[in-house]
T-cell receptor, first 111, second 115 residues
Framework: DTGVSQNPRHKITKRGQNVTFRCDPISEHNRLYWYRQTLGQGPEFLTYFQNEAQLEKSRLLSDRFSAERPKGSFSTLEIQRTEQGDSAMYLC?????????FGPGTRLLVL | DQQVKQNSPSLSVQEGRISILNCDYTNSMFDYFLWYKKYPAEGPTFLISISSIKDKNEDGRFTVFLNKSAKHLSLHIVPSQPGDSAVYFCAASAYSGGGADGLTFGKGTHLIIQP
């Protein structure tokens, strides 16, 4: 158990709908990352928070993607107006002892 | 432009033998390297890491070797066990823990342990 939980584990949505994913570290990890993984690829870095500050967001895939970490604990990743190409696994990771530990991921399928 | 490359999409090894997974990188700023193991429908699980000040790090059955001049690292698993069958990802960063740029991953190698 990495201490990172993600909800929901699976999400099926129709093209054009908005979706939101949540990441909860068990303890107060100050650094939190979001990644996307598509079939046959490794995880791709999207954005980074240090406490509640989003210090890197230029790698978010488009302006339809946004992330928040309002109180420096849990984080949300929102995709607006989903497209079929957004179908992927979305992973959250947190730092402990200078290593990134990943949650179980949210599998998104856009129909 | 892939900065971390795992050129073997799959590798089949007999149970009890040594598994060697390879990884090459192109970014000379990378100083910290990690290996993750991933089962289908789960998040990556951290296995072992190494910083550029070392050339070897060992943890139980897992050993990572780093050749900085060749920009190459490898993961050795000895002896290989059926539960080791999974996809293995190599990841790299310029900063310990990933820093503001996150980790850069290779495409993974699917390791299959044959009984």
């Amino acid at each position: 158990d990495t201490g990172v939980s993600q909800n929901p584990r699976h999400k099926i949505t129709k093209r054009g709908q908005n979706v939101t994913f949540r990441c909860d570290p068990i303890s107060e990890h100050n650094r939190l990352y979001w990644y996307r993984q598509t079939l046959g690829q490794g995880p791709e870095f999207l954005t980074y928070f240090q406490n509640e500050a989003q210090l890197e967001k230029s790698r978010l895939l488009s302006d339809r993607f946004s992330a928040e970490r309002p109180k420096g604990s849990f984080s949300t990743l929102e995709i607006q107006r989903t497209e079929q190409g957004d179908s992927a696994m979305y992973l959250c990771a947190c730092n402990a002892q200078e290593t990134q530990y990943f949650g179980p991921g949210t599998r998104l399928l856009v129909l | 432009d892939q900065q971390v490359k795992q050129n073997s999409p799959s590798l089949s090894v007999q149970e009890g033998r040594i598994s060697i997974l390879n990884c090459d990188y192109t970014n000379s700023m990378f100083d910290y390297f990690l290996w993750y193991k991933k089962y289908p429908a789960e998040g990556p699980t951290f296995l072992i890491s190494i910083s550029s000040i070392k050339d070897k790090n060992e943890d139980g059955r897992f050993t990572v070797f780093l050749n900085k001049s060749a920009k190459h690292l490898s993961l050795h698993i000895v002896p290989s066990q059926p539960g080791d069958s999974a996809v293995y990802f190599c990841a790299a960063s310029a900063y310990s823990g990933g820093g503001a740029d996150g980790l850069t991953f290779g495409k993974g190698t699917h390791l299959i342990i044959q009984p």
